[in-house]
């Protein structure tokens, strides 16, 4: 079984050589069964991101992904409207915090296995386990009864849902591999194919703060996610969405807790509701639940402004684990959400250092100083701390004095240091009204060809 050894695996896709199924079918059980050294998996991680995969590669090592665990099946009259979202990766990004709600509501079921930070960006497991009592681990039974009482769940990768991709998440965030087309596409769609989808719609970002810059390189994954996601038997559509600043006004994870329940009671900001509405239309249109795409955006809008989402998003709160009293708590129309939700230490105020108007919001910046600060890993399976983030007092085009406050850092001890308070400082940019970086936030929509209008 020479073929099976994991050394001669690596030197093969070390060299550019292409594995067998048989050969990618061993590494992921091996991994799936933490009978490979870390040593190992990093290794082949690396190899795969410098080597690339091969089509069928890449479906081959999706595929066993999805097997290394349990494939839900559902109920016959779910059958259609069994619908989810994915995103590769923002900062500030909780669409999915107000749209897997929002989707319930509108008669959808969303079984969503979601992931934690990864490199500079937040993950939705992250965020909701800043939620005292929610509990992400849940069997596929838990799911199901979860989705007929309330139509909506978030979870985590476990030992039984998509195991290899638990493991392998966790190390690609270390070994500097996420920016991997193969390694994203085994990622995301082993878990949404795990989940039996009808309908996925993948939000894939690109700019600055994305994991890939340009537009071209995102439509090369977004096509390579649709392709592997169809091959794995889901209808699946894309949104191209530009991820240069922040999603929002809040970064980090218990903040944006706050700013997704916000949204969900009618206060949320514009960036943020563009996308939960255009991701969500899509998936109504999928499914059939919407006639065309403004059909399908005003009904998620509805859902989101007339207080239904937010009720499924106590309901699922509830579900999985958080006290019915602080469930209530946050979900109050006014709602001190820090009687819940763990505050910082420390607030800092920074300050605009002139007149002028916001032009630019770097994001990236921003993550990587938070990540720094705490709000990231940079070990597998490390706590993160929930309430280390910051919220942008000022939004792009904003007239602002000299000495306004136009940003407040929430932090841990030790205080952050100087560069890391001036490249905060100097993540917002200033200047005149014509040069603010205002551009559409979705760029384009990949749907599949019976849905194109
Ligand atoms: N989200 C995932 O689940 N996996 C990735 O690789 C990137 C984003």
Redesign the pocket.
Known sequence: MEALSIPEMIRTKRDGGALSSEQLRAFVQLVSNNNIQEAQIGAMLMAVWQKGMTPPEVETLTREMMLSGEVMSWPKEWAGLMVDK????GVGDKVSLVLAPALAACGCKVPMIS?RG?AHTGGTLDKLESIPGFNISQSAAQVQEILASVGCCIVGQTQTLVPADRVL?AL?DITST?DSLP??AG??IS?KAAESLAALVLDVKFGRAA?YKDLESAKELAKLLVEVGNQLGMRVGAALSRMDSTIGQRVGNSLEVVESLETLKGRGPDDLMELVTTLGGVLLVMSGLAADQSDGRRRIREAVMGGAALSKFQAMMEAQGVAKEAAATLCAAQSDYHRVLRKAEHQLELSSPADGVVVDVDGMALALVLHQLGAGRSKAGEPVNHSVGVELLVSLGQWVQKGAPWLRLHHEDPAPSQDQISRLQSALMLGAQENVRRKTLVAELLLPQEFMK
């Open positions: 994915h995103s590769t990766g992931g990864l998440y690609r996420v390694l994203i990622s995301i878990k994991l």
